[in-house]
Protein backbone atom coordinates (compact mmCIF):
# COMPACT_ATOMS: atom_id res chain seq x y z
CA UNK A 1 0.00 0.00 0.00
CA UNK A 2 1.53 3.30 -1.16
CA UNK A 3 1.96 5.64 2.18
CA UNK A 4 2.32 8.64 -0.18
CA UNK A 5 6.05 9.00 1.18
CA UNK A 6 8.99 9.23 -0.96
CA UNK A 7 11.63 6.74 1.08
CA UNK A 8 14.99 8.62 1.71
CA UNK A 9 17.37 8.03 -0.92
CA UNK A 10 20.11 4.98 0.18
CA UNK A 11 22.60 8.04 0.07
CA UNK A 12 20.97 10.59 2.31
CA UNK A 13 19.94 7.65 4.65
CA UNK A 14 23.79 6.86 4.89
CA UNK A 15 24.55 10.46 5.65
CA UNK A 16 22.13 11.11 8.01
CA UNK A 17 23.43 8.22 10.01
CA UNK A 18 27.06 9.28 9.45
CA UNK A 19 26.10 12.76 10.58
CA UNK A 20 24.71 11.11 13.72
CA UNK A 21 27.13 9.13 14.90
CA UNK A 22 30.49 11.40 13.69
CA UNK A 23 29.20 14.57 14.97
CA UNK A 24 28.18 13.28 17.86
CA UNK A 25 31.13 10.51 19.14
CA UNK A 26 33.64 11.54 16.91
CA UNK A 27 35.01 10.20 13.47
CA UNK A 28 37.83 8.19 15.09
CA UNK A 29 35.47 6.81 17.14
CA UNK A 30 33.03 5.48 14.96
CA UNK A 31 33.62 3.06 12.25
CA UNK A 32 32.04 2.06 9.07
CA UNK A 33 30.42 -1.07 10.85
CA UNK A 34 28.58 1.36 13.60
CA UNK A 35 27.60 3.80 10.27
CA UNK A 36 25.75 0.75 8.03
CA UNK A 37 24.49 -0.10 11.72
CA UNK A 38 23.01 3.22 12.36
CA UNK A 39 21.64 3.08 8.73
CA UNK A 40 20.47 -0.11 8.89
CA UNK A 41 21.98 -1.41 5.58
CA UNK A 42 25.14 -4.04 5.15
CA UNK A 43 28.82 -2.73 5.34
CA UNK A 44 28.38 -3.74 1.69
CA UNK A 45 25.89 -1.63 0.76
CA UNK A 46 27.37 1.39 2.07
CA UNK A 47 30.54 0.10 0.39
CA UNK A 48 28.62 0.32 -3.00
CA UNK A 49 27.97 4.24 -2.26
CA UNK A 50 31.21 5.25 -0.48
CA UNK A 51 33.90 3.05 -1.03
CA UNK A 52 36.00 4.41 1.70
CA UNK A 53 35.33 5.83 5.25
CA UNK A 54 37.74 8.79 3.70
CA UNK A 55 34.75 9.08 1.19
CA UNK A 56 32.16 9.39 3.64
CA UNK A 57 34.03 11.33 6.17
CA UNK A 58 34.21 14.00 3.27
CA UNK A 59 30.87 13.36 2.21
CA UNK A 60 29.41 13.93 6.03
CA UNK A 61 31.33 17.14 6.04
CA UNK A 62 30.42 18.43 2.34
CA UNK A 63 26.33 17.95 3.13
CA UNK A 64 27.19 19.95 6.62
CA UNK A 65 28.64 22.75 4.20
CA UNK A 66 24.28 23.37 2.73
CA UNK A 67 23.40 23.44 6.66
CA UNK A 68 25.78 26.76 7.32
CA UNK A 69 24.30 29.31 9.35
CA UNK A 70 23.06 32.10 6.95
CA UNK A 71 21.38 35.77 7.34
CA UNK A 72 18.53 37.92 5.25
CA UNK A 73 18.39 41.46 5.01
CA UNK A 74 20.63 44.22 4.57
CA UNK A 75 24.49 43.74 4.56
CA UNK A 76 24.29 44.34 8.29
CA UNK A 77 21.86 42.04 9.05
CA UNK A 78 23.50 39.45 7.37
CA UNK A 79 26.52 39.80 8.97
CA UNK A 80 25.15 40.38 12.79
CA UNK A 81 22.60 37.67 12.17
CA UNK A 82 25.65 35.04 11.95
CA UNK A 83 25.85 35.54 15.63
CA UNK A 84 22.20 35.18 15.85
CA UNK A 85 22.13 31.70 14.04
CA UNK A 86 24.66 30.81 16.62
CA UNK A 87 22.40 31.69 19.68
CA UNK A 88 20.26 29.55 18.38
CA UNK A 89 22.58 26.71 17.64
CA UNK A 90 24.29 26.93 21.05
CA UNK A 91 21.00 26.56 22.82
CA UNK A 92 20.63 22.92 20.54
CA UNK A 93 21.52 19.81 22.90
CA UNK A 94 23.13 18.42 20.09
CA UNK A 95 25.54 21.27 20.04
CA UNK A 96 29.18 19.48 19.87
CA UNK A 97 31.56 22.26 18.48
CA UNK A 98 32.03 23.25 14.93
CA UNK A 99 32.26 19.56 12.78
CA UNK A 100 34.41 21.23 10.03
CA UNK A 101 37.21 21.87 13.04
CA UNK A 102 36.61 18.73 14.98
CA UNK A 103 37.18 17.00 11.89
CA UNK A 104 40.75 18.54 11.21
CA UNK A 105 41.56 18.22 14.49
CA UNK A 106 40.62 14.16 14.92
CA UNK A 107 42.85 14.33 11.53
CA UNK A 108 45.87 16.35 12.36
CA UNK A 109 48.47 15.28 10.47
CA UNK A 110 46.59 13.77 7.67
CA UNK A 111 46.31 16.94 5.64
CA UNK A 112 45.85 14.95 2.44
CA UNK A 113 42.89 14.00 3.80
CA UNK A 114 39.78 14.99 1.61
CA UNK A 115 37.67 15.93 4.48
CA UNK A 116 40.31 18.34 5.35
CA UNK A 117 39.99 20.46 1.79
CA UNK A 118 36.38 20.68 2.64
CA UNK A 119 36.76 21.69 5.97
CA UNK A 120 39.21 24.26 4.57
CA UNK A 121 37.02 25.18 1.90
CA UNK A 122 33.89 25.44 3.80
CA UNK A 123 36.09 28.11 6.05
CA UNK A 124 37.34 30.03 3.19
CA UNK A 125 33.51 30.59 1.78
CA UNK A 126 32.50 31.60 5.00
CA UNK A 127 35.50 34.36 4.93
CA UNK A 128 34.53 35.29 1.53
CA UNK A 129 31.31 36.02 2.31
CA UNK A 130 31.68 38.53 5.06
CA UNK A 131 34.11 40.29 3.15
CA UNK A 132 31.25 40.55 0.04
CA UNK A 133 29.21 42.16 2.72
CA UNK A 134 32.07 44.53 3.96
CA UNK A 135 32.16 45.38 0.34
CA UNK A 136 28.85 46.43 -0.32
CA UNK A 137 29.29 48.54 2.64
CA UNK A 138 31.98 50.66 1.33
CA UNK A 139 34.24 49.85 4.22
CA UNK A 140 37.94 50.10 4.29
CA UNK A 141 40.12 47.04 4.12
CA UNK A 142 36.98 44.66 4.24
CA UNK A 143 39.64 41.58 4.25
CA UNK A 144 41.05 42.66 7.06
CA UNK A 145 37.69 43.46 9.06
CA UNK A 146 36.04 40.33 7.90
CA UNK A 147 39.00 38.58 9.37
CA UNK A 148 38.24 39.89 12.59
CA UNK A 149 34.52 39.04 12.48
CA UNK A 150 35.11 35.61 11.46
CA UNK A 151 37.87 34.85 14.61
CA UNK A 152 34.70 36.25 16.77
CA UNK A 153 32.63 33.96 14.48
CA UNK A 154 34.83 31.22 14.91
CA UNK A 155 36.26 31.92 18.63
CA UNK A 156 32.33 31.83 19.71
CA UNK A 157 31.80 28.29 18.77
CA UNK A 158 34.81 27.41 20.80
CA UNK A 159 34.35 29.22 23.96
CA UNK A 160 30.58 28.03 23.54
CA UNK A 161 31.38 24.28 23.82
CA UNK A 162 34.12 24.50 26.31
CA UNK A 163 30.90 25.86 28.42
CA UNK A 164 28.68 23.23 27.05
CA UNK A 165 26.71 25.08 25.31
CA UNK A 166 26.30 28.53 26.22
CA UNK A 167 24.17 30.54 23.94
CA UNK A 168 25.27 34.07 25.94
CA UNK A 169 28.80 33.40 24.26
CA UNK A 170 26.76 34.27 20.95
CA UNK A 171 25.54 37.51 22.31
CA UNK A 172 28.76 38.32 23.39
CA UNK A 173 30.89 38.13 20.24
CA UNK A 174 27.52 40.08 18.21
CA UNK A 175 28.52 42.81 20.77
CA UNK A 176 31.90 42.96 19.98
CA UNK A 177 31.36 42.44 15.85
CA UNK A 178 28.77 45.37 16.19
CA UNK A 179 31.75 47.78 18.07
CA UNK A 180 34.23 46.63 14.99
CA UNK A 181 31.48 48.11 12.49
CA UNK A 182 30.80 51.09 13.92
CA UNK A 183 34.68 51.98 14.47
CA UNK A 184 34.91 51.26 10.62
CA UNK A 185 31.98 53.87 9.92
CA UNK A 186 29.23 51.28 9.73
CA UNK A 187 25.94 52.52 10.41
CA UNK A 188 24.24 49.89 13.31
CA UNK A 189 20.41 50.53 13.94
CA UNK A 190 19.68 50.20 17.74
CA UNK A 191 16.36 48.90 19.03
CA UNK A 192 15.72 48.56 23.37
CA UNK A 193 15.47 44.82 24.03
CA UNK A 194 13.42 43.42 27.19
CA UNK A 195 15.59 45.19 29.83
CA UNK A 196 15.36 48.82 27.93
CA UNK A 197 19.05 48.12 27.12
CA UNK A 198 20.02 49.73 23.41
CA UNK A 199 20.91 46.78 21.42
CA UNK A 200 22.60 46.84 17.97
CA UNK A 201 20.42 44.84 15.21
Not at 20 to 30: E, N
Not at 163 to 182: F, I, K, N, Y
Not at 183 to 199: F, Q, Y
Amino acid sequence: MKTGVSPVPMKDRILEAADRLFYGQGIQAVGVDAVANEAGISKRTLYKHYPSKDELVAAYLSRRTGQAITAEGTPVQQILGLFDGLEKWFGNQRFRGCAFVNAVAELSGERQHPAVAVASGHKARRLAQVVELLRELAVDGPERLAEQIVVLFEGAVAVSMVRGGDPQVAVSAREAATVLLRNAGVAVDREPDRDGRDLAR
